[in-house]
């Protein structure tokens, strides 16, 4: 009985030994590792408390004040803080150069619009120059009547103000008798105000 009752106390001995060296061996190994170094939890750069004005900044590792707060961005920059008066220059500074980008591409579409009043003043006085001439050498018409039909054309169209000065002659081209009305009108500068006599254009008639 008592050798059974000795080898029953050895086979539980056993297992506790076997516990006891493990405990053992994990403190070793926590030891030789060193402290455990505790981490800040983190937030993320979407999640809604981050930047919000008076609350702890996870990033940067500061509370941010509650004015001059910027969000970072998503690209794991840390958020910016602005230092007093500077969103107000900013804002200065973006009515100055809206003001100037707004004046250069106002005179720019002005200028175009000019441009293209031009070149419809000078198509038109052509057109009503051959128009007359060629009312002009109608067999029932004289050259007058072709410079007067040039004239009621272009106040038609334009203004009575570019039609002051119209006039005609006959010539001979090539053998052929020819009337040729010359229209001299202001050049368009600002609207159809400009220089007089600085659009010059001819149309030509022909007596068959």
């Not at 109608?138 to 038609?156: H, K, M, N, S, Y």
């Not at 006959?170 to 040729?180: A, C, F, I, K």
Request: hydrophobic share 35%; with cysteine.
């Amino acid at each position: 009985m008592k050798g059974t009752s000795h080898a029953h106390h050895s086979r539980t001995a056993a297992p506790a030994s076997a516990r006891h060296l493990a405990d053992r061996t994990s403190r070793t190994d926590a030891q030789e590792r060193g402290p455990r170094t505790r981490r800040r939890p983190r937030l993320g750069h979407d999640h809604p408390d981050v930047g919000h004005a008076g609350r702890y900044d996870p990033v940067s590792g500061r509370r941010c004040p509650p004015q001059h707060v910027q969000r970072g961005d998503r690209q794991g920059q840390p958020l910016t803080v602005s230092p007093p008066g500077a969103h107000s220059r900013e804002s200065g500074s973006a009515v100055v150069d809206f003001v100037m980008v707004g004046a250069l591409v106002t005179l720019l579409f002005m200028s175009i619009i000019q441009l293209a009043l031009v070149l419809h003043v000078r198509n038109t006085l052509i057109d009503a120059a051959a128009s007359g001439a060629r009312y002009g050498t109608l067999a029932d018409r004289t050259p007058a009547d072709g410079a007067q039909r040039t004239a009621e054309l272009i106040g038609l169209a334009l203004n009575d103000s570019l039609a002051e000065n119209v006039t005609y002659e006959e010539t001979t081209v090539s053998g052929v008798r020819t009337l040729q009305v010359t229209v001299r009108a202001p050049l368009p500068v600002i609207g159809f105000l400009g220089p007089s006599d600085g659009l010059e254009v001819t149309g030509h008639g022909f007596w068959g």
